[in-house]
Nanobody, 116 residues
């Protein structure tokens, strides 16, 4: 079973930057997708950015041009560089793993708070 360990959340002022990291262990799939979702109280969890093992990224419209996702396949680690942060980006960010040989996995979540 895949386990995910997230790091890098915190508090920042609007316009600032943060970098999230997520390391996966127990990975069996050669091909998989890793990425980030976020959730605020009372709302459904939403897609932020994901990236395949071949390096193809996918972004939500709300973060395009501000966030950049990357990964290190050798380390099974995914990164999310968040720039030009807005107060609306405040949320709990969850790392996600989706592979072909193991159940989908979620991280424990890391809080990102952007103040105006």
């Amino acid at each position: 079973q895949v386990q995910l360990v997230e790091s890098g959340g915190g508090s920042v002022q609007a316009g600032g930057s943060l970098r999230l990291s997520c390391a996966a262990s127990g990975v069996l799939s050669d091909a998989n997708i890793m990425g980030w979702y976020r959730q605020t109280p009372g709302k459904q969890r939403e897609h932020v950015a994901t990236i395949s093992t071949t390096g193809v990224p996918r972004y939500s419209d709300s973060v395009k041009g501000r966030f950049a996702i990357s990964r290190d396949n050798a380390e099974n680690t995914v990164y999310l560089q968040m720039n030009s942060l807005h107060p609306e980006d405040t949320a709990v960010y969850y790392c996600n793993f989706f592979g072909t040989r193991e159940p989908e996995a979620w991280g424990q979540g890391t809080q990102v708070t952007v103040s105006s």
